[in-house]
């Protein structure tokens, strides 16, 4: 399994990215999942439902599936905020490619979305683990970098440099930190 993360202010276009990347990699035969942070409280079951009903009854976990879908929902008793490596080790071990939506802080080798109209700084001076910039803006960026700029309207492209740079991006479960 291979694992990217995709950091960047809010409204930088990480989500768009990532929606268009979806399809590019599948095209090229890979299996993909994404993990997303959601900075607010959200909910994918509806009142009314089974299974929203067994949530409200109390149940800690409530798994859903059907011959084309399975949904997991857990309910925390006290606020718990789950590192990126616990919800990848949620996934299937049977995907080609992870993409990592937000964890700006995270382990994970990123790429960072930035555009200069956004008037937010660029992070990867700042941040090791930011491995290269995609951006609407390459001309613009802050300072100098020997790190790849790619168009961040190119999704096409980022795939071929994903693909070409696999092994960099390559998860070992027995690796990752606690």
């Known amino acids: 399994m291979?694992?990217?993360?995709?950091?960047?202010?809010s409204g930088s276009g990480k989500t768009?990215?990532?929606?268009?990347?979806?399809?590019?990699?599948?095209m090229r035969g890979l299996r993909v999942s994404v993990v997303k942070h959601a900075h607010h409280r959200f909910d994918i079951d509806h009142p009314?439902?089974?299974?929203?009903?067994?949530?409200?009854?109390?149940?800690?976990e409530v798994v859903v599936a059907s011959q084309n879908r399975l949904a997991l929902i857990r309910e925390f008793e006290q606020p718990t905020e789950l590192t990126v490596h616990h919800l990848?080790?949620?996934?299937?071990?049977?995907?080609?490619?992870?993409?990592?939506?937000?964890?700006?802080?995270?382990?994970?080798?990123?790429?960072?979305i930035w555009r200069a109209s956004s008037g937010k700084p660029a992070r990867?001076?700042?941040?090791?683990?930011i491995v290269a910039i995609a951006t609407d803006s390459p001309g613009r960026l802050p300072v100098a970098t020997l790190r790849?700029?790619?168009?961040?309207?190119?999704?096409?492209?980022?795939?071929?440099?994903?693909?070409?740079?696999?092994?960099r991006f390559h998860y070992s479960f027995e690796d990752r930190p606690e």
């Open 124 to 129: 990867f001076m700042d941040d090791d683990f």
């Open 16 to 26: 768009t990215l990532v929606e268009k990347l979806i399809p590019a990699l599948k």
């Open 88 to 112: 990848i080790a949620e996934l299937y071990e049977g995907v080609d490619w992870v993409l990592v939506e937000g964890f700006k802080h995270s382990d994970l080798l990123k790429i960072e």
């Open 148 to 167: 790849p700029v790619l168009d961040l309207d190119d999704a096409d492209a980022l795939a071929d440099y994903l693909i070409n740079n696999q092994e």
């Open 48 to 60: 009314g439902k089974d299974s929203f009903r067994h949530r409200e009854a109390g149940a800690f």
């Open 2 to 9: 291979n694992v990217v993360g995709f950091s960047g202010y």
